[in-house]
């Protein structure tokens, strides 16, 4: 899967792509990254991305040309994939999508806002928006992150458990919760591990973890 990131703040994936699990799926050869700074595309000398919005109002906005600009590059390299906005008024993202994205068998192009918001033609490039919380960032940055991450832990051999992926929270979204967790010490600071997890009783320990 080829994942693009339009961004202009490209520094801010840097620890992100090369740590962890994300790593493993770049050497793996699952996930190939691409973080195009959209200042690349900017206009002019002096490659302006923003300008402020007709109508007044406060803050700039992100003009429509450096981003189409950014996605028809990220388009050359890849003529199928998905574009995404990641936005307030957006689609709800929950585990379901991250399972379709996954499953889509297509790389994905994420534009990341910023400042007080984006030209609304802008949306006629995008295929799917999406909303990750109620509540306001600084900008599509760490929205990009957490769609992206969802994604690939799914993709499989990227999770090291045959199973890990299936066996979680959220995997009928807003249905289910994973079971409680334990490990070794049996006991700690007087607390213990329920005797159940230490019967080595299959079945009863499946009616426990579902229950």
């Known amino acids: 899967m080829k994942i693009q990131i339009i961004t202009l703040f490209p520094d801010m994936f840097k620890g992100v792509v090369n740590t962890g699990m994300l790593r493993k799926a770049q050497e793996l050869k699952l996930v190939d990254f ?24 406060d803050g700039m906005v992100l003009r429509p040309e450096p981003v189409f600009a950014a996605v028809d590059y990220a388009k050359s390299l890849d003529k199928k994939a998905r574009v995404i906005l990641p936005t307030p008024r957006g689609q709800q993202f929950k585990q379901s999508e991250a399972k379709k994205l996954a499953n889509l068998g297509q790389g994905l192009i994420i534009i990341c806002p910023r400042y007080e918001g984006y030209d609304e033609r802008i949306t006629t490039l995008v295929d799917q928006q999406y909303c990750i919380g109620n509540y306001i960032l600084t900008g ?22 045959e199973n890990s992926a ?3 929270s959220f995997q009928i979204d807003d249905v289910n919760i994973e079971h409680s967790q334990y490990t070794r010490p049996a006991e700690f600071h007087g607390l213990k591990v329920p005797e159940v997890l230490l019967s080595g009783n299959h079945k009863k320990i499946s009616e426990y973890r579902q229950k």
């Open 166 to 168: 299936e066996f979680e």
């Open 140 to 161: 599509g940055e760490v929205p990009a992150m957490i769609i992206f991450d969802s994604v690939i832990r799914l993709l499989p051999g990227v999770l090291g458990g």
């Open 34 to 57: 691409n973080i195009i700074n959209l200042r690349d595309f900017g206009v002019g000398s002096r490659k302006n991305v923003d300008e402020t919005p007709y109508g007044g109002g």
